[in-house]
């Protein structure tokens, strides 16, 4: 179906997520707290055959795009909390194993992955595995 427009309408404003989206096919992509005009707007232009982004997601992009050049930290943008799960889910850990060493309920910890899977612009828990692990390997042993 070549004619078919698909417009994301998600909960993610990550530069990852968009970019994800749009080679994945969409036309279109907007962050689920817009405004019921805003979204019908949004369809209609889809729909017609122009391409929508959300402005904050488009921004992200831009910002990531120019600076591929520097030298940045790829946790800079993560808690201390969510860089400790990390390094614990590069461990291969299981929720119920986090949740013991973090002192939290295992369903906070399901929360908390869910969390920074998103922030990460991953899908699954063995993604920011491998992440991490080349990102200790490029920093030498004793992490990141």
């Known amino acids: 179906m070549p004619d078919l427009r698909c417009l994301m309408l998600t909960s993610f404003t990550s ?7 749009i080679l994945a096919g969409a036309s279109g992509y907007v962050v689920k707290d817009i405004k019921g005009m805003e979204l019908a707007r949004a369809i209609k232009e889809v729909g017609s055959g122009r391409s ?3 402005n904050r ?17 790829p946790l800079s943008g993560l808690t201390d909390q969510e860089r400790v799960l990390l390094d614990l889910l590069g461990e291969g850990l299981t929720n119920k194993q986090i ?20 922030k990460l612009g991953m899908e699954r828990r063995t993604q920011a595995a491998v992440f991490i692990s080349k990102l200790d390997r490029g920093h030498g042993a004793g992490g990141a």
């Open 99 to 118: 949740a013991a060493r973090m002192f939290l309920a295992e369903k906070t910890v399901k929360n908390y992955v869910s969390r920074l899977l998103a």
């Open 15 to 21: 530069d990852e997520a968009m970019l994800d989206a």
């Open 57 to 73: 997601a488009a921004a992200a992009l831009m910002a990531k795009l120019r600076g591929e050049g520097e030298r940045t930290d």
């Open 52 to 54: 929508l982004l959300d």
